[in-house]
């Protein structure tokens, strides 16, 4: 079992940065793709960003792509989310996911943290 544990949540202004980070337990990353999703009050939990595990490549969601970066630390077994040019409606709680079944990481991944909360002020 892959028990995952994220840090890094805060409240930060408009145009500011946060980092958050995702620690796997029980066992490594090695074979899975990593990622983050995020879900506001009241809405869906989408996609934001991820990371295969095996060779680096990642891919993001448009709404955050030239502003965010997702990395992997191999040595560490984490997996960071470097967000940058925050804006208000980044704001959501952020959820690490890992899923070793496929291609991509979904929504349906198995594997899930508890979430940090990220708010930027306007």
């Known amino acids: 079992q892959v028990q995952l544990v994220e840090s890094g949540g805060g409240l930060v202004q408009a145009g500011g940065s946060l980092k958050l980070s995702c620690a796997a337990s029980g066992r490594t990353f090695s074979g899975y793709r990593v990622g983050w999703f995020r879900q506001a009050p009241e809405k869906i939990r989408e996609f934001v960003a991820a990371v295969d595990w095996s060779d680096g490549s990642t891919n993001y969601a448009n709404s955050v792509k030239n502003r965010f970066a997702i990395s992997r630390d191999n040595l560490k077994n984490t997996v960071w989310l470097q967000m940058n040019s925050l804006k208000p409606e980044d704001t959501a709680v952020y959820y690490c996911?890992?899923?070793?079944?496929?291609?991509?990481?979904?929504?349906?991944?198995?594997?899930w943290g508890q979430g940090t909360q990220v708010t930027v002020s306007s």
């Open positions: 996911a890992a899923d070793s079944r496929g291609r991509f990481l979904t929504i349906a991944a198995p594997y």
